[in-house]
């Protein structure tokens, strides 16, 4: 595998396969099988009411796999009503058997999020009985925000009801784009119609937030088509629009082709062109009344509409996962679980954790983690790192922020340091340079 310095070199405008997207720190990669009992040593410590608390919940299946997708799914035989049931039954007892450790004792959630795969692809049925199991064990009571990710093909009436009635306050909508030819050559299970059809009726019965996705320079991805779905994007009006930057991980369909024609240059946009992209999105979006939130994302009304899940995340709560392959962390100990479906089983039907991989941080790590992370929100914080780490992040990172500043990524103003939208717009190249030396050039994931 490519070490991700080299994937993201900034000499290298093309799109070649790899990981782009900085989603945790330390890179998985130094996340190791040898260190699962870190997790079952922090789990029996004392709790800790101070600190949030999270679940995350990964729902694998999916009506097809995408193109470009590198998650953890099953579709077809492998996504049948037997083994979806089997896994509602596992991830019950999992978080069962979390909320009997000790860390735990009498904290509740406060954000909740269900990823995937394609969390609607369950039926109404199935939901109920995830649903009003999950509330048994750790009831919901303290959450502020249930962030729950649909494919609108999935989506009906009576399921968008279900949602509405056991308590999802964030409808997250996996558009992607809004031509039915893009959508098709990329493996969207999805068509337009669906999108419009999902969304207005999510809208008329009162979802808190709806966001949408959208991903810049899909396969056959064009600027008139670009235009077009960012003018039909502001039109829907949604609380919350999401744009990720196309990338090609090695584990996609798109890489394997790749890989058997002997390609290095992914048949999608360079990455020049997305961040162009992104920007002109940004700035449409902006003259229709929202706010750059983050890197990613732009909102309607800032005070109303927050993205809690990614604001816990990235500034260090506790977050128990559920469900094969999913990541979660404890006090600093980062872990991961099974990545396959039968040993997610079997562990958990025998009483076990069903834990793959761990890594727990140093302090270090621990501060340079939050620094990254925050970074993706466009500014930091001094007083709040100094408050919490000791540490001085301008003497720290004197090196990083003064390289950024004088290439005109990033401004520096008292106790404040500010992305410029073009440094925000490339921020998960730029993050390594905050990475300590032995992860530098190491395999991401």
């Known amino acids: 595998m490519t070490p991700a310095t080299d994937v993201l070199s900034s000499e290298k405008k093309q799109t070649t396969a790899g990981n782009y997207f900085v989603a945790n720190y330390p890179p998985f990669s130094f996340w190791k099988r040898e260190n699962r009992h870190k997790v079952e040593e922090v789990l ?28 953890r799914v099953y579709t077809g035989r492998e996504a049948k009503r037997d083994r979806v049931a089997a896994y509602i039954e596992a991830v019950l007892n999992e978080l069962k058997a979390y909320a009997r450790k000790p860390l735990l004792a009498g904290r509740l959630p406060q954000y909740i999020y269900f990823g995937g795969g394609t969390p609607s692809f ?36 009576r399921k968008l009801d279900v949602l509405r009635e056991l308590g999802v306050t964030r409808l997250s909508l996996g558009v992607e784009n809004f031509s039915d030819h893009v959508l098709k050559s990329n493996g969207r299970a999805h068509l337009s119609k669906e999108i419009y059809r999902s969304y207005d009726y999510a809208r ?13 320079g899909m396969l056959n991805e064009t600027e008139e088509n670009w235009h077009s779905c960012v003018a039909k994007t502001a039109a829907l009006a949604p609380d919350c629009v999401t744009v990720y930057q196309m990338e090609i991980p090695f584990n996609t369909a798109i890489y394997q082709q790749m890989h058997e024609r002997g390609d290095i240059v992914a048949p999608v946009a360079d990455w020049p062109t997305k961040r162009a992209w992104v920007a002109e999105a940004f700035e449409k979006l902006e003259d229709s009344g929202y706010t750059v939130a983050d890197a990613y994302s732009a909102v309607r009304n800032p005070d109303e509409y927050r993205f809690r899940y990614r604001e816990y995340l990235w500034t260090g709560a506790d977050m128990i996962s559920l469900g094969v392959s999913s990541f979660g962390h404890f006090r600093g100990v980062h872990y991961q679980n099974e990545k396959d479906f039968g040993p997610y089983i079997d562990r958990v039907a025998g009483g076990e954790l069903p834990i793959h ?37 301008y003497d720290r990172f004197s090196r990083q922020l003064g390289r950024l500043r004088d290439d005109g990524h990033l401004a520096i103003d008292g106790d404040r340091v500010t992305l410029r939208r073009a440094g925000l717009l490339a921020i998960d190249e730029l993050l390594h340079d905050f990475f300590l030396p032995q992860h530098q050039s190491a395999r991401y994931t």
């Open 44 to 71: 029996d410590r004392k709790s800790n009411l101070d600190t949030p608390l999270g679940l995350y919940l990964h729902l694998p299946f999916c009506r097809k796999r995408c193109h470009f997708c590198y998650f």
């Open 122 to 157: 369950l039926s109404p049925e199935q939901l109920e009985q995830l649903i009003h199991g999950m509330k048994s064990v750790l009831p919901w009571d303290r959450a502020e925000e249930v962030t729950f990710e649909c494919e609108p093909g999935t989506l009906d009436e």
């Open 204 to 216: 008329s019965i009162g979802f808190h937030q709806i966001n949408i996705d959208l991903i810049a």
């Open 357 to 393: 991989r761990a890594l727990e941080m140093t302090e270090e790590e621990k501060l340079v983690r939050e620094v990254i992370l925050q970074l993706k929100f466009g500014s930091l914080d001094r007083a709040y790192f100094q408050e919490k780490f000791g540490a001085d992040i």
